[in-house]
Structure formats: structure tokens, C-alpha cells
């Protein structure tokens, strides 16, 4: 089985502060996505990775930014967290030559932001 | 780009009953359709994949379909259980091995 798993389930910032979300998959995966969740916007990608040290943006990613030197670990760093940065993070990873791009998620970060 | 409509307002049944949810997409016919279950403060996990030249799959008490016509697909959960309430999201697939387009998802309660 596919674990992903994620540093924290909730998380208590303040305003300003630098956020750092880890996750981690076992199975070898290529790509890497991390996502926020709200309710009534759905999942929104905010950046994505295909492979170490690759980053691509993705429909949000304004506010934050994404490191990946391990394939296994891909992170995701508010430089400067703000209130409306209160959400749902969810990170998922998927298997590159399995085209089908079927995603396998983590249990999600709740993030707080004072 | 792609867009995807799931209706936004809760499904309620009745334990036993045939729970139908709607999943349609604009633009172009995707390679693959794919749904996925959420429970409240977890991330959604992977449940069933239809090709665009599939008509039907199906897996124990559940069946997706794909009309690639009308762009749209059909998740059917028979003889439904309170254990079925979730939200469940529609993702949609080019096949070029990467992103996904996700809808926001239906929530569908069960009742006994």
C-alpha cells in the first residue's frame, strides 16, 4: 500500500511567521503535488513536482514556495504566513509512468494562521 | 481549460436505496475519469478509473459510468450504507502523467 504521510494533522501559526508542511511518500513515486482545501473552492493545486529538484507552479502559488531534495520528501514553505492562508493542505503523490495519474493523498494538514 | 461541475448540494438517501452522483466536464474528453471518496478532515482516497473507451466499470457495490457524449459520468453506489457518507470528488485525467482536474465534490449523507 501507498502511505503519504504528512508532519502534522494541526497546526497553530501566527501572522508572519515561516510555515514549513512536510510530507513524505514510500512507493517510489515521481510526482508530488500539494493542494489547499476550502469549502466551495475544491482542491487547488499549488505547486507540483516531477522529479527532485523540479517544481512547477500551479494554479495558486502566490504566498508560497516548495522544495524538493529527496524524492520521497517534498515540502512546502509559507515565507510569511497570513490569515487567509487558514486551510485545509493536503499532499498527494503519483506514479509517473502509470498514466492514469491516479493520486495518492495524506491525511491532510489543518493549518491556523493568528 | 478544463472544467468540472458536481452538484454542490447534498445527496441524502435512504439506507438501502441507489445513491446516483453527477460528475460533467467541459472542453475535451479526458483519458481517464476518475472518483474519489473524502471523510471530514482526511484526504481523499482513490475508489474507481474509467477509460474514455469504457462505457461501465464496476467494483463490489459500486459503478461508474462514462458518456463521453454527453461529458459526462454517473457514480452509483447500491444498496447504501450510513458507512457511505462521505464526499465524494470527480477527477479528470489528459494522460500526459501528471495533473488531475478535481471537482468539489457531492456529499451524500445516509439514513437509516
Known amino acids: 500500500d501507498v502511505k503519504v504521510t504528512q508532519s502534522s494533522r494541526y497546526l497553530v501559526k501566527r501572522t508572519g511567521e515561516k510555515v514549513f508542511l512536510e510530507c513524505v511518500q514510500d512507493m517510489d513515486h515521481e510526482n508530488m503535488f500539494w493542494y489547499r482545501q476550502d469549502p466551495g473552492l475544491g482542491l487547488r493545486l499549488i505547486y507540483f513536482s516531477y522529479d527532485v529538484k523540479m517544481k512547477e507552479k500551479g494554479d495558486i502559488p502566490e504566498g508560497y514556495s516548495v522544495s524538493r531534495e529527496k524524492k520521497e520528501r517534498f515540502s512546502l514553505i509559507l515565507e510569511s504566513a497570513s490569515t487567509n492562508q487558514t486551510s485545509m493542505y493536503l499532499c498527494a503523490s503519483s506514479f509517473a509512468p502509470e498514466l492514469t495519474d491516479t493520486q495518492y493523498f495524506g491525511p491532510g494538514t489543518r493549518l491556523t494562521v493568528l | 481549460s478544463q472544467k468540472i461541475e458536481q452538484n454542490s448540494e447534498a445527496l441524502n438517501i435512504q439506507e438501502g436505496k441507489t445513491a446516483t452522483l453527477t460528475c460533467n466536464y467541459t472542453n475535451y474528453s479526458p483519458a481517464y475519469l476518475q472518483w474519489y471518496r473524502q471523510d471530514p478532515g482526511r484526504g481523499p482516497v482513490f475508489l474507481l478509473l474509467?477509460?474514455?473507451?469504457?462505457k461501465e466499470k464496476r467494483k463490489e457495490r459500486l459503478k461508474v459510468t462514462f458518456d463521453t457524449t454527453l461529458k459526462q459520468s454517473l457514480f452509483h453506489i447500491t444498496a447504501s450504507q450510513p458507512a457511505d457518507s462521505a464526499t465524494y470528488l470527480c477527477?479528470?485525467?489528459?494522460?500526459?502523467?501528471?495533473?488531475?482536474?478535481f471537482g468539489t465534490g457531492t456529499q451524500l449523507k445516509v439514513e437509516l
Open positions: 477527477a479528470l485525467s489528459t494522460g500526459g502523467g501528471n495533473k488531475l482536474t
Open positions: 474509467i477509460r474514455e473507451n469504457e
